[in-house]
């Protein structure tokens, strides 16, 4: 009789369906999973040590590079800890505005998780559809910030600066004729927030067509449903948020439990799953999307009718306006002592953390009173959920775990930090 | 607001469960910290979770922190209309020269869904090297939060299942978030032609601090030690 061992298996660093840099070290029974242990920090960058070399202003940055597919929303968390620490409420209207643009950064984020989900387990379609949204949302922070990824846009007392009156153009070029311009073009005639209102009535049509791909679709479900099953007090206990705790039935959401902005006076539903698998996981994100949209809407109404500040007066934290710098020798030396030493926190720490589209995002901030934070801890929903990844595979087969990374919604940027 | 319910009765209730084992405790900002020592640790956490009242069932965040350089700032800026600024020249690192007690604590973000509250319990480790028991048995999720901490601060976890570094790369040395461990590390890697290979040399890169670290109390908020009589 030869001897039958276990087999043990790499997978990645670089695989295409390990979203990043992940490396799983799969020991297999066949071709099923008897464990899997995954190595990470091949994109760590050690953020939280760069922070506490820097002013605060300086770090907003890196948050938008920690999970680099919501961007705003990590800055808010960040945002958050220092104003809680600092004491400062920002004007209602940048309220508005964060919410507007982490629910814009929510359906960003879940185009990409749905895309990325679907070509991983063979719905390349939907991909491609998902892209040609997203373009449009990153087009609304390019308008608003000047990038279209990492915007460094909220800031410590409101935000960075107020919605644009007009869109950014497409412009004729030796690819892009006339007629292919003014299609571009037609919605953007107004501003941002008309470009914004157009999206948000035309995107539940859109996402109808992504679910008439997938939601009945055989292969679809015969790749998710009973798969990565995890029980509402086992998803608890291991530290699961968002929509992974959402998936399985746990209704806890931060927005509507421990509300933060404006969010306890908008008109929205938490998705829940009932089995835990990934297919429930799939459809309360699905609706997440519609809701955000929703919320986006209604943020759009009320900033159309209410001008206002978007950022708070206290030049000790914001940088005052340059033409006020021209003739008033206080702005001068205020912006001057806010660019070379950044504004002091009062001692204490705070923990503060945002409904983030992967799950609680949250910033533990420590201040010794100086200009840098003295520790600054990020927790990362997907670190929690990664570290998940044993019990949620175990006993599956080894294509179950592309379809089980793909539900947690892995993006290595905030898991390695 | 960051909690709906009220901290002083989250704390009332923590005296009544708790009782001698909360070392300190503070309310900063509507949350709730206690302070507890490492070897009433488990217990503490194992009441804190079963407890039919408390409930704190998640453990959001755990971590390490070094308070080495703690209050230290690279610029003295006090006396400034008599003496002039002094340079604000610093090294960005502190060196480990006193025998601090306490250097090292551990942060337990908890999180109760059915208080729907929060609680931070910090425990202060102390000893060479820095050893402190698991939580891995009492909540899952601690298992790879323990590992970063031992990772990046090199605080011991006994009885941790498998205390494994986590996020730097196999192979390293040290432990790269404490203070005293420079920003721009010990060595660096590059592709050496002769050996037709990755090789480690020591850091030929220097850390310019472009910013000094400068504390200043500001009077709109209240001082530290008004703060502390607050408490």
């Given at each position: 009789m030869p001897e039958i061992r276990n087999m043990t298996m790499n997978f990645g660093p670089?695989?295409?369906?390990?979203?990043?840099v992940l490396r799983l070290v799969l020991e297999m029974d066949g071709e099923v999973i008897e464990r899997a242990d995954p190595h990470i920090?091949?994109?760590?960058?050690?953020t939280e040590k760069l922070a506490e070399s820097?002013?605060?202003?300086?770090?907003i940055g890196y948050m938008d590079r920690l999970d680099y597919v919501s961007m705003m929303c990590n800055e808010h968390a960040y945002v958050l800890a220092i104003e809680r620490l600092s004491g400062v409420t920002p004007p209602v209207r940048a309220r508005y505005i964060r919410v507007m643009f982490d629910e814009i950064t929510r359906i960003l984020n879940h185009l990409m998780w749905l895309g990325a989900h679907g070509l991983d387990i063979g719905a390349m379609t939907v991909f491609l559809y998902c892209f040609r949204e997203r373009e449009d949302l990153m087009d609304c922070y390019e308008a608003v910030?000047?990038?279209?990824?990492?915007?460094?846009?909220?800031?410590?007392?409101?935000?960075?600066?107020?919605?644009?009156?007009d869109m950014p153009q497409y412009r004729v070029t030796s690819n892009r004729s006339d007629r292919e311009v003014a299609r571009l073009n037609e919605n953007r005639q107004g501003s941002l927030l008309d470009f914004i209102e157009s999206f948000t009535e035309r995107f539940p049509a859109c996402v109808d067509e992504y679910e008439t791909l997938l939601t009945d679709n055989r292969i679809w479900k015969q790749r998710?449903?009973?798969?990565?099953v995890v029980a509402p007090d086992r998803a608890v206990e291991l530290g699961f948020t968002g929509p992974m705790l959402r998936g399985s039935g746990?209704?806890?959401?931060l927005r509507k439990?421990?509300?933060?902005?404006?969010y306890d006076k908008l008109n929205f539903a938490i998705p829940v799953g009932v089995n835990g698998d990934c297919y429930d996981r799939y459809l309360v994100r699905i609706e997440e999307m519609r809701q955000s949209n929703a919320i986006v809407k209604q943020c759009v109404d009320w900033l159309r009718n209410n001008p206002g500040?978007?950022?708070?007066?206290d030049h000790k934290l914001t940088p005052p306006a340059r033409e006020a710098m021209k003739d008033d020798m206080e702005s001068l030396i205020h912006h001057f002592k806010l660019f070379t030493e950044g504004y002091c926190v009062p001692e204490g720490e705070v923990y503060a953390a945002v409904e983030h589209p992967k799950g609680e995002f949250g910033i533990y901030l420590v201040s010794?009173?100086?200009?840098?934070?003295y520790r600054l801890k990020i927790r990362a929903p997907g670190f929690v959920h990664l570290s998940a990844m044993n019990e949620m595979v175990k006993?599956?087969?080894?294509?179950d775990v592309v379809a089980v990374i793909g539900t947690q919604d892995i993006v290595f940027g905030e898991v390695d930090r | 607001m960051t909690q709906a319910p009220f901290p002083d009765t989250l704390l009332n209730d923590l005296h009544e469960c708790l009782g001698p084992e909360i070392i300190r405790d503070k309310i900063e900002a509507g949350q709730v910290t206690i302070d507890v020592s490492p070897a009433d640790l488990p217990e503490v956490c194992l009441k804190l979770r079963d407890d039919e009242s408390l409930a704190?069932?998640?453990?959001s965040d755990l971590c390490g922190i070094d308070?080495?350089?703690?209050?230290?700032?690279?610029?003295?800026?006090?006396?400034?209309?008599?003496?002039?600024?002094?340079?604000?020249?610093?090294?960005g690192v502190y060196i480990d020269t006193r025998d601090i007690e306490d250097r090292f604590a551990v942060v337990y973000h908890l999180l109760s869904l059915k208080r729907n509250q929060r609680l931070r319990v910090r425990s202060f480790v102390s000893g060479q090297p820095a050893k402190i028991p698991s939580v891995t048995h009492i909540w899952a999720g601690a298992n790879w939060f323990e590992r970063e901490a031992f990772d990046l601060f090199g605080i011991l976890f006994e009885e941790h299942p498998d205390l494994r570094r986590i996020?730097?790369?196999?192979?390293f040395i040290g432990h790269?978030?404490?203070?005293?461990?420079?920003?721009?590390?010990?060595v660096e890697v590059r592709y050496d032609p002769d050996q037709g290979r990755v090789v480690y040399q020591p850091v030929t890169i220097k850390n310019r601090v472009l910013t000094p670290k400068v504390i200043r109390r500001d009077n709109r908020h209240p001082a530290p030690e008004d703060k502390r009589a607050e408490n």
């Open positions: 670089q695989h295409p369906a390990a979203h990043g920090g091949l994109l760590h960058r050690g820097k002013p605060y202003n300086q770090s910030s000047g990038t279209r990824m990492h915007a460094t846009y909220y800031r410590p007392g409101g935000v960075y600066r107020d919605l644009p009156a998710t449903v009973g798969i990565g746990v209704e806890w959401d439990k421990q509300p933060y902005e404006v500040p978007v950022i708070i007066d010794d009173g100086a200009n840098k934070p006993g599956h087969m080894l294509a | 704190f069932k998640q453990l308070y080495l350089a703690y209050g230290k700032a690279d610029w003295e800026t006090g006396d400034t209309t008599r003496t002039g600024f002094s340079r604000g020249v610093s090294e996020l730097t790369d196999y192979g790269p978030f404490r203070k005293d461990f420079p920003l721009e590390g010990n």
